[in-house]
C-alpha cells in the first residue's frame, strides 16, 4: 500500500489512501495503523485530530504523572488496570481518545473480549487526567474531560501547570477547581491513590 502524505499544522501525516479529515472508524483505525509515532484521535463527528509530540516540561510532567499512578496500580494490581498516554479508548459517542493517563477498573476490563483488549479499547476509562501543555487550548481541554465524563467517566484532572490549577471533574456534580494543590485523592474511585503535585509543578 502506497501511503499518500498531507500536511496538518506542520506535521505531515501519512495517509493509506486520498481522503478528506472527516474519517469512518475503519479508516482511522489504519491512518493509526500506519503513523505509529503520533498520537492520534477522532471527534464524535470523525474529526481527525493530531496530537503533536509534546516539549520537554511537558513530557516530564507527565512521565512523574504516570509514574506515580503506575506505582499505585502496581501495589493494587487486583482493582484495575492502568494506561500511558498512547493507549486509545473508542468511547459510547464513537470518539477515539487518548488521555495522558486512564484507569479501567476490573469488571468492565474482563468483560471486554481478548481482541477488544488488544485494539482501541470499547469504553470510557473510570479515570482520565489531561494535562495541559503550553500549546493545548484550554477550552478544548474542558470539552474533552466532559466528553469522558459523558461517556461514563467516573473521575477526572485536568491539570494545569500554566494556572498551577486543577479542573476536577467528578460524575453527576458540577466541575471543582483548586488552585495549587500540594495533592490530589483518587477518592473512591482509586482508593489509596495520592497524586503528589509538588513533583509536577516543579
Given at each position: 500500500?502506497?501511503?499518500?502524505?498531507?500536511?496538518?499544522?506542520?506535521v505531515t501525516?501519512?495517509?493509506p489512501?486520498?481522503l478528506?479529515?472527516?474519517?469512518?472508524?475503519?479508516?482511522?483505525a489504519?491512518?493509526?495503523?500506519?503513523?505509529?509515532?503520533?498520537?492520534?484521535?477522532?471527534?464524535a463527528?470523525?474529526?481527525?485530530?493530531?496530537?503533536?509530540?509534546?516539549?520537554?516540561?511537558?513530557g516530564?510532567?507527565?512521565?512523574?504523572?504516570?509514574?506515580?499512578?503506575?506505582?499505585?496500580?502496581?501495589?493494587?494490581?487486583?482493582?484495575?488496570?492502568?494506561?500511558?498516554?498512547?493507549?486509545?479508548?473508542?468511547?459510547?459517542?464513537?470518539?477515539?481518545?487518548?488521555?495522558?493517563?486512564?484507569?479501567?477498573?476490573?469488571?468492565?476490563w474482563?468483560?471486554?473480549?481478548?481482541?477488544?483488549q488488544?485494539?482501541?479499547?470499547?469504553?470510557?476509562?473510570?479515570?482520565v487526567?489531561?494535562?495541559?501543555?503550553?500549546?493545548?487550548?484550554?477550552?478544548?481541554?474542558?470539552?474533552?474531560?466532559?466528553?469522558?465524563?459523558?461517556n461514563?467517566t467516573?473521575?477526572?484532572?485536568?491539570?494545569?501547570?500554566?494556572?498551577q490549577?486543577?479542573?476536577?471533574?467528578?460524575?453527576?456534580?458540577?466541575?471543582?477547581?483548586?488552585?495549587?494543590?500540594?495533592?490530589?485523592?483518587?477518592?473512591?474511585?482509586l482508593?489509596?491513590f495520592?497524586?503528589n503535585?509538588?513533583?509536577?509543578?516543579s
Open positions: 500500500m502506497i501511503a499518500t502524505p498531507i500536511k496538518l499544522e506542520n501525516l501519512q495517509l489512501w486520498d478528506h479529515l472527516q474519517v469512518t472508524p475503519e479508516q482511522f489504519a491512518i493509526a495503523a500506519v503513523n505509529p509515532d503520533l498520537t492520534l484521535e477522532r471527534t463527528t470523525g474529526e481527525l485530530v493530531v496530537n503533536l509530540p509534546t516539549g520537554g516540561e511537558t516530564k510532567r507527565n512521565l512523574r504523572i504516570s509514574t506515580q499512578l503506575g506505582n499505585w496500580y502496581e501495589a493494587h494490581p487486583e482493582l484495575g488496570e492502568a494506561f500511558d498516554s498512547s493507549t486509545g479508548f473508542t468511547l459510547p459517542n464513537g470518539a477515539n481518545r487518548s488521555p495522558d493517563a486512564a484507569w479501567v477498573s476490573r469488571a468492565p474482563q468483560a471486554l473480549t481478548p481482541a477488544q488488544k485494539g482501541f479499547v470499547p469504553l470510557s476509562p473510570d479515570f487526567i489531561e494535562l495541559r501543555s503550553e500549546s493545548d487550548s484550554l477550552a478544548k481541554l474542558q470539552s474533552k474531560l466532559q466528553e469522558y465524563m459523558d461514563g467516573q473521575l477526572g484532572w485536568l491539570i494545569d501547570p500554566q494556572q490549577q486543577v479542573e476536577i471533574y467528578r460524575a453527576g456534580q458540577g466541575v471543582e477547581i483548586v488552585v495549587n494543590p500540594s495533592q490530589l485523592s483518587g477518592e473512591t474511585v482508593p489509596g495520592v497524586l503535585l509538588r513533583r509536577v509543578w
